[in-house]
């Protein structure tokens, strides 16, 4: 089961970390990601991070803006999301990969079998 939390109305340059905490034992050797998707459009991945926390990969939207991470001590995954833009508005969603102690970073959101139940960020101009 996973919890995302960390959602906020901002204005643009501002910052947010996202959390997301996880209850399951295998939470330290799947890979996680952040998606995030605005009413009508489809969920839209944002950055993905390896079980070790050893590898990450960002869109290009949110690359040298945004910051994944993990403590696999504390089951929580993290985004720190800087320097926002209106354009990064969305509901934003914490996924957990299927396989165990892969380097493969998934982006599309079907190969996500976990989901979060989504935390809202809104950025203003």
């Known amino acids: 089961q996973l919890q995302a939390s960390g959602e906020g109305l901002v204005q643009a340059g501002d910052y947010l970390r996202l959390s997301c905490a996880g209850s399951g034992r295998s939470f330290g050797i799947r890979n996680m990601g952040w998606f995030r998707q605005v009413p009508g459009k489809e969920r839209e991945f944002v950055s993905a991070?390896?079980?070790?926390?050893?590898?990450?990969t960002y869109t290009d939207s949110v690359k040298g803006r945004f910051a994944i991470s993990r403590d696999n001590a504390k089951k929580t995954l993290y985004l720190q999301m800087n320097s926002l833009k209106p354009e990064d508005t969305a509901v934003y969603y914490c996924?957990?990969?299927?396989?165990?102690?892969?380097?493969?970073?998934?982006?599309?959101?079907?190969?996500?079998?976990?989901w979060g139940q989504g935390t809202e960020v809104t950025v203003s101009s």
């Open positions: 996924a957990a990969g299927g396989q165990f102690y892969t380097s493969n970073l998934e982006v599309a959101p079907g190969t996500y079998p976990f």
């Open positions: 991070i390896t079980w070790s926390g050893g590898s990450t």
